[in-house]
């Protein structure tokens, strides 16, 4: 079954390559396996599923379980058909919603939390679902660097991206600056924080 779910793995890299769906670069997933093995991990909840990449890498991989959040229903439905054919539903459920104006307090508590939604929404999804996660647990945000840009803001031509990457820095210096947590942001895949609730 792990072959399978391998091959299946690499298969959706290659339709999100082709697609150009963003999904979490290996670097990041092998960088996600190793925080659930080091933390001894076994809840995840996941802010964006897209085709369900990560989630089935993360159930494939580990013992954990995976509750994911989705709010485009193609993708969700995407994702739906993935994690049956990964033979993983009974460790994956999906939830079709809008992570920010979805009820959270029925869904328990979990040992990492992993945004990889809305870059430009980072702060408030983070704000509403850090208190999710148990204390001594993992928060994992993608996509901080994005593509260079937040190192090289003049760079960008389009109004609506420099905006979108202000508030990914206005984001990143306010978790540094939160003493609630310990926060390394590492140059992996396209950018990931890592933040200890302490």
Not at 38 to 59: C, D, F, H, P
Not at 162 to 167: F, L, P, W
Request: proline fraction near 3%.
């Amino acid at each position: 079954m792990r072959q399978f779910q391998s091959e299946l793995l690499s298969r959706l890299e290659h339709e999100a390559d082709q697609l150009r769906i963003p999904i979490m670069k290996p670097d990041g997933i092998a960088l996600l396996r190793q925080l659930i093995h080091i933390g001894k991990v076994k809840t995840v909840l996941e802010i964006g599923t897209a085709i369900g990449y990560s989630a089935i890498a993360m159930a494939s991989m580990t013992d954990v379980t995976v509750v994911s959040i989705e709010r485009d229903e193609i993708m969700y439905e995407k994702a739906r058909n993935n994690c049956d054919m990964a033979n993983l539903s009974d460790r994956i459920q999906l939830i079709f919603a809008d992570a920010l104006s979805m009820d959270i307090f029925a869904l328990g508590s979990f040992d990492l939390l992993f945004i990889d939604a809305a870059k430009g929404q980072n702060l408030p999804l983070f704000q509403k679902f850090a208190c999710l996660v148990s204390p001594g647990g993992i928060i994992v945000i993608d996509n901080l660097l994005f593509h260079g840009f937040v190192a090289n803001p003049e760079t960008i031509i389009s109004r609506d991206r420099r905006q979108m990457i202000h508030k990914i820095q206005q984001f990143t210096e306010w978790i540094l600056a939160n003493a609630n947590y310990d926060t390394h942001i590492y140059n992996l895949g396209d950018g990931i924080g890592v933040c200890y609730k302490k």
